[in-house]
């Protein structure tokens, strides 16, 4: 029993660093994978369909999750309304680009890492925003709502709805050397966090109680629970 | 003595939250320089160029200064070299998108807007990425190794080169009510800080020592010196 206790602390104290490690950068899929999780927001790309900048590229921000922090799908969840002047882009062409940064976390800031540096390490999904709807609209709808509490305030009138980023390729900017890529398939298999049990918690209501989860099944497992 | 001193120590307590204050949202170019000053990065949309999505949008994440947070002049300057994956989009297609958000400081946080929320503003530029030469290539030089002085260690064999955004539109996300417009001139004529002196500091080789040359002005102009 003490050195359940022991484990169940040890995770407790250890978990916070556990949480904001970058996987090994030589580890391009797991890299990509931290990324995506870590990230609450990125920079869509679209090409935009209004005057007088029709054809051109346009940028634009976008909430995003793809889960719980620390145990997220890999898939890029959004929540967009069609009066949005990017996702008029979209129903026009629905290629797109998402660009996800860890300088929108401590993470660079903490190493002193600028923006641009690839030790600041960013990534980027290139393929096309689909809606989702039935049963993967409700595993949106859990991830995004998890991470962005007030989109369940926002006006009703606006015709919301899920969507995600169906990935054809991501790229990696994690290192010195040029952009690594990563396929769709090697994307999500890989296990972003090393203690990651493998169990999804999106159906969790509460903020953070996957890191309830998280601790729990390390605790009865330990102790043999 | 007393009363001047008495303005230079109010300057002093009141200018964190001078360089914090967003201007009013319906003040929107100036709204839009406000943003552009206080972001140190921006995400950059551009056509690909590279298989296996050529011709496709494509967003990557750039370090970006208009000179010292306090003081800056609106343009959006960047560091950049010819191995950069989106910088050979642009050798073939100069048109690109920019766009900033407040997310990436910590004014989203304290309020609690959500990265999608427009009161959490950002802004898009349209236009094309040009390279500068000669005196504008200083300028563009000091700006961004004041806010980034990690570049000036950046490996000298990789080509690099100063670049400004060439805006030909300005949109702003900053309130309800959808996207607003401003256009170039109205953006540049803008004055995003109250207490802005209309004097660069941008030749200042220390970083904050704009704040001090404000500081000062403001001393030195109420003392009648």
Same mark, same amino acid.
């Given at each position: 029993m003490q050195l359940s206790w022991a484990v169940f602390l040890l995770v407790f104290w250890v978990y916070p660093g556990y949480l904001q490690d970058i996987p090994p950068r030589d580890d391009v899929a797991r890299v990509a994978r931290f990324v995506a999780n870590q990230c609450g927001w990125a920079s869509m790309a679209t090409i935009s369909?209004? %005057? *007088?900048?029709?054809g051109q590229p346009f940028s634009n921000t976008f909430s995003v999750s793809d889960g719980p922090l620390g145990s997220g799908t890999g898939v890029p969840y959004m929540y967009l309304t069609r009066l949005e002047i990017s996702v008029q882009d979209l129903q026009v062409n629905s290629q797109a680009s998402l660009s996800m940064s860890l300088?929108?976390?401590?993470f660079c800031r903490k190493y002193a890492y %600028? *923006?641009?540096?690839?030790?600041c390490a960013h990534i980027i999904f290139s393929g096309s925003v689909v809606e989702v709807n039935d049963t993967e609209a409700v595993v949106a709808k859990n991830a995004l709502f998890l991470r962005h509490p007030e989109m369940a305030d926002?006006?009703?009138?606006?015709?919301w709805f899920f969507a995600k980023m169906n990935i054809t390729q991501v790229w990696v900017l994690?290192?010195?050397?040029g952009v690594k890529t990563v396929t769709p398939e090697d994307y999500y298999n890989?296990?972003?966090?090393?203690?990651?049990?493998?169990?999804?918690?999106?159906?969790?209501?509460?903020?953070f109680c996957d890191n309830i989860q998280l601790w729990s099944e390390v605790y009865f497992h330990s102790s043999g629970a």
């Open positions: 369909s209004r %005057d *007088p900048v029709k300088a929108q976390t401590d %600028d *923006p641009q540096s690839p030790l926002w006006p009703s009138d606006h015709d994690d290192y010195f050397g890989a296990k972003p966090y090393k203690l990651h049990l493998g169990k999804s918690a999106m159906k969790c209501p509460l903020r």
